[in-house]
C-alpha cells in the first residue's frame, strides 16, 4: 500500500477499534437499536454536509433506480445489522471480547471474495498473514477461552454473525459501488440505515428510551461522526484503492485497540497475551500486503 492508504488504514483502525469502547458505555443507558439509529442519523448529517461542500451530490438520472437497492443491502448489511448485532452482544460480553471477535472479518472475506473479484486473488502471503494474524486473536482471546465459550454464547455467536455481514458486504460494495464517488457511496449507506433503523427502533423498543445522560451523547456524537462518518468515507476509499481482502485486515487492529481502552476506561482485565497478540496482529497485516503471483494450476508445459 501507498503511504497515504496505510495512513488511513491505521486511522481508521484506531477509530473504528475505539468505537467498542463508545458503544459499551452507550448500551448502558438506551437500547442497541436507539444506539444505532442515533449513530447512523449523525453519520448521515456528517456525509451529507460533506457531499455539499465537496460538491459531488447529484446522480445521473440512471444510477438512481440501481443505487436504491445497492445502498439499501449496504445500509442492512455493512451499517444497520452489523453494528446493532454488536451493540446487542456488548450488553453481555467485553468491550475488548467484541473488538477481538470482530478481527475475523478478514478470514469471512478471504473465502469470499476470490469468487467475485479478479482483482483480490488468494496469494501465499494472504494466506501467511491470515494465519499469523488470527494467532495473534487467538493468543489475545486465549485468556477467556474457558469461560468465554461457556458464558455469553450468545454474544459471541452475534459478533460471529456481524463479521460474516461485514464481509461479504465489502466485497459487494467493490462489485457494485465503482460508479460512484467515495462520498456518495458513504452518505447513500448511511441514509439507507438511518432510514431502516428508525423504523425499526420505533416499531420494536417498547418503551423508547432517548438518552439522557452527557456522556452517552458524547458517546453517540463520536460514533456517529468520527466512527461511521469520517471512518466510512476511509473506508470507501480504501476499498477502491486496495481491495476488500486488504481493507477488512483493519479489523485485526480492533483487538489491540479495544483490549488496552477497556482495560483503562472500563476497568476490563488486561493480559500479557494482548501485547504479544498485538505485535502477530501486526506482523500479519505486513505479510497480507506482501506482493506475489496468486495461486495458479500448473500450465501442463
Same mark, same amino acid.
Request: glycine share 8%.
Given at each position: ?18 468505537? =467498542? ?9 438506551? +437500547? ?14 456528517? $456525509? ?10 447529484? &446522480? ?12 439499501? $443491502? ?19 460480553? *467485553? ?24 482483482? *483480490?486473488? #488468494? ?5 501467511? /498473514?491470515?494465519?499469523?494474524? #488470527? ?8 485468556? *477467556? $477461552? ?14 460471529? &454473525? ?5 464481509? /461479504?458486504?465489502?466485497?459487494?460494495? %467493490? ?10 457511496? +458513504? =452518505?447513500?449507506?448511511? #441514509? ?7 423504523? #425499526? ?52 487492529? =480492533? ?13 476490563? %482485565? &488486561? ?27 500448473? +500450465?501442463?508445459?
Amino acid at each position: 500500500m501507498t503511504t497515504k492508504n496505510w495512513i488511513r488504514f491505521c486511522v481508521l483502525g484506531l477509530l473504528w477499534g475505539s468505537s =467498542f469502547l463508545w458503544i459499551k458505555i452507550a448500551v448502558s443507558e438506551i +437500547s442497541p437499536a436507539m444506539l444505532v439509529s442515533f449513530r447512523a442519523l449523525f453519520a448521515a448529517i456528517g $456525509l451529507a454536509a460533506v457531499l455539499i461542500v465537496s460538491k459531488t451530490v447529484k &446522480l445521473k438520472r440512471e444510477q438512481w433506480k440501481s443505487a436504491f437497492f445497492v445502498f439499501f $443491502l449496504l445500509g442492512l448489511f455493512n451499517v444497520a445489522l452489523p453494528i446493532g448485532v454488536i451493540s446487542w452482544a456488548e450488553q453481555y460480553i *467485553d468491550s475488548g471480547m467484541a473488538s477481538i471477535l470482530n478481527s475475523t472479518v478478514p478470514l469471512f472475506t478471504i473465502i469470499i471474495s476470490p469468487m467475485f473479484l479478479k482483482d *483480490d486473488q #488468494f496469494t501465499f502471503p494472504k494466506l501467511a /498473514g491470515l494465519i499469523v494474524g #488470527f494467532l495473534g486473536v487467538v493468543l489475545i482471546f486465549s485468556p *477467556d $477461552l474457558g469461560k468465554g465459550f461457556s458464558q455469553n454464547l450468545a454474544g459471541q455467536g452475534a459478533m460471529l &454473525l456481524a463479521a460474516l455481514s461485514y464481509a /461479504g458486504a465489502g466485497v459487494y460494495a %467493490r462489485v457494485k459501488t465503482q460508479e460512484f464517488s467515495v462520498q456518495m457511496q +458513504s =452518505f447513500l449507506q448511511l #441514509f439507507m440505515a438511518t432510514a431502516i433503523m428508525w423504523v #425499526f427502533t420505533f416499531t420494536i423498543d417498547r418503551p423508547l428510551v432517548f438518552p439522557t445522560l452527557p456522556l452517552t451523547w458524547i458517546a453517540l456524537l463520536w460514533l456517529g461522526i468520527l466512527g461511521s462518518c469520517v471512518a466510512t468515507l476511509l473506508f470507501f476509499q480504501l476499498l477502491h484503492s486496495v481491495g476488500p481482502t486488504k481493507t477488512v485486515l483493519v479489523t485485526y487492529v =480492533f483487538p489491540l485497540v479495544g483490549v488496552i481502552l477497556g482495560a483503562i476506561f472500563l476497568q476490563e %482485565r &488486561l493480559y500479557w497475551q494482548a501485547l504479544a497478540g498485538g505485535v502477530l496482529i501486526i506482523s500479519g497485516i505486513v505479510l497480507v500486503n506482501m506482493k506475489t503471483f496468486p495461486f495458479r494450476k500448473p +500450465s501442463g508445459k
